[in-house]
């Protein structure tokens, strides 16, 4: 049976899956690769799909795909499919004009962290409804991080950073939709993610702890780590 979104749910979910998957290798788009037989979309959007406070789930594929995607999906959820763009900031922008104002709270989730358990959306939503107007999951910094710069023999370190401020930082991001909307409508630079452009606007973006299961795929190595936690999930 097909899962039904929860009609009175407060969430739309904005699933970016336009990418063309460069670093992953040839093999076509990354969403539509295959994770244990089935595409790194349908993997993401049944768990997008089973958290309880998503009402809506807008998908930006590629733009030669769209009718692909829809087929592929509808056995899965009810998504709205829209063509993506040529940045993922662009893509975000497409989707987010297909979600309806009285949806109040709008999460922006890559369709490459397909393992995203339902919990941590939901988590998101819950900090987003409580009263953040923009929030994010993110990890402590594992490895040692230097600051380099160029040397004639190579790089050459500057310094090692404080990592205890530091943070890896997840999809999905969290945002009150009036908020989300206003940085989308004002972004200039497309090379920085959707909580970056509420930072620019001057509004407090708070973290909630991220989860290991919402690794972003990325190079072949990252799809062997996925099929191993497939079967932890
Ligand atoms: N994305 C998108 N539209 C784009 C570029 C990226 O919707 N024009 C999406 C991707 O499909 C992915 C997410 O944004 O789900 C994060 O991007 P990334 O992991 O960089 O994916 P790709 O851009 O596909 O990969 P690469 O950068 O290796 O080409
Ligand atoms: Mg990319």
């Not at 768990?47 to 899965?76: T, Y």
């Not at 939901?122 to 230097?146: C, F, N, Q, W, Y």
Request: with cysteine; charged share 20%; net charge negative.
């Amino acid at each position: 049976m097909t899962p039904q979104l929860n009609a009175r749910g407060d969430v739309a979910v904005l699933v970016p899956a336009a990418g063309a998957g460069l670093r992953l290798g040839p093999g076509g788009p990354k969403a539509l690769r295959l994770l244990a037989g089935e595409p790194l979309l349908v993997h993401a959007i049944r768990r997008v799909a089973a958290a309880p406070s998503v009402r809506m789930i807008v998908v930006a594929a590629p733009k030669a795909e769209v009718e692909a995607v829809r087929d592929l999906l509808a056995p899965v959820a009810p998504v709205t499919v829209v063509a993506g763009g040529a940045e993922r900031q662009e893509s975000v922008s497409l989707a987010l004009a297909a979600v309806p104002e009285e949806i109040g709270i709008v999460l922006v989730h890559d369709a490459a962290r397909a393992l995203t358990p339902p919990q941590l959306i939901e988590s998101v939503a819950a900090a987003v409804r409580s009263g953040h107007p923009a929030v994010i999951p993110a990890l402590p910094v594992v490895d040692t991080i230097k600051e380099v710069g160029p040397s004639p023999s190579g790089e050459l370190v500057l310094g090692t950073v404080d990592r205890s401020v530091l943070r890896s930082v997840q999809t999905p991001q969290g945002f009150r939709h009036d908020v989300l909307a206003a940085a989308h409508a004002t972004a200039a630079d497309a090379h920085t993610d959707d909580a970056g452009l509420v930072e620019k606007a001057g509004l407090p973006v708070t973290c909630v702890p991220g989860s290991e299961l919402a690794m972003k795929i990325t190079r072949p190595l990252d799809l062997v780590l996925a099929e191993a936690l497939l079967h932890v999930t």
